[in-house]
T-cell receptor, first 114, second 114 residues
Framework: AQSVTQLGSHVSVSEGALVLLRCNYS??????LFWYVQYPNQGLQLLLK??????LVKGINGFEAEFKKSETSFHLTKPSAHMSDAAEYFC????????????FGTGTQLKVEL | DAGVTQSPTHLIKTRGQHVTLRCSPI?????VSWYQQVLGQGPQFIFQ???????GRGNFPDRFSARQFPNYSSELNVNALLLGDSALYLC?????????????FGQGTRLTVV
């Protein structure tokens, strides 16, 4: 079975600082991995996805993530945090034969401080 | 272009009642998935429909059912509501049900069971 684990339910950074949100996956087959963002009282928006092409994936709003098979990780980064990045971030995985059914992590709440 | 629309946005029901949630996918999208997001957790997959056929079902009791109509809109029905059914119910639409197909989420229906 596929699963993802997000380390740190809350992360706080200063505006302009590096953002690093951690995600580790468990999968018996090559996974497809996704990062979604959720703003208060809204649905989920796709930030980026890894589908077995380039291991460094660039997404929207300056975010990127690197797939590291040796570490079973897919951490999300952004060089410089902005106040508008404050939101909840979810890592997700889809499995072969499962269509685009997603299994989500428990989420990381990002707080950006002045 | 209209995104994924869900109705109602909020509702309050009493234990034991029945509820129907509705979702209209993005025009041209033929797949609809439903997710339950309990406060403080990541979304959990309930159902996926593609071309009016069920393509997947999550680990939810038979009190949960869904269907997809010829116009690709969908309904999620929950019978005999329990307090634990209180959650944000998210609908996601996609062009088809392939593994790397992007899922676009609606803003959700906030269900409160009292």
């Amino acid at each position: 079975a596929q699963s993802v684990t997000q380390l740190g339910s809350h992360v706080s950074v200063s505006e302009g600082a590096l953002v690093l949100l951690r995600c580790n996956y468990s999968s018996s087959v090559p996974p497809y991995l996704f990062w979604y963002v959720q703003y208060p009282n809204q649905g989920l928006q796709l930030l980026l996805k890894y589908t077995s092409a380039a291991t460094l994936v660039k997404g929207i709003n300056g975010f990127e993530a690197e797939f590291k098979k040796s570490e079973t990780s897919f951490h999300l980064t952004k060089p410089s945090a902005h106040m508008s990045d404050a939101a909840e971030y979810f890592c997700a995985v889809s499995r072969p034969g499962g269509g685009n059914k997603l299994t989500f992590g428990t989420g990381t709440q990002l707080k950006v401080e002045l | 272009d209209a995104g994924v629309t869900q109705s109602p946005t909020h509702l309050i029901k009493t234990r034991g009642q029945h509820v129907t949630l509705r979702c209209s996918p993005i025009s041209g999208h033929k797949s609809v998935s439903w997710y339950q997001q309990v406060l403080g957790q990541g979304p959990q997959f309930i159902f996926q429909y593609y071309e009016k056929e069920e393509r997947g079902r999550g680990n939810f009791p038979d009190r949960f059912s869904a269907r997809q109509f010829p116009n690709y809109s969908s309904e999620l029905n929950v019978n005999a509501l329990l307090l634990g059914d209180s959650a944000l119910y998210l609908c996601a639409s996609s062009l088809w049900a392939g593994r790397d197909t992007e899922a676009f989420f609606g803003q959700g229906t906030r269900l409160t069971v009292v």
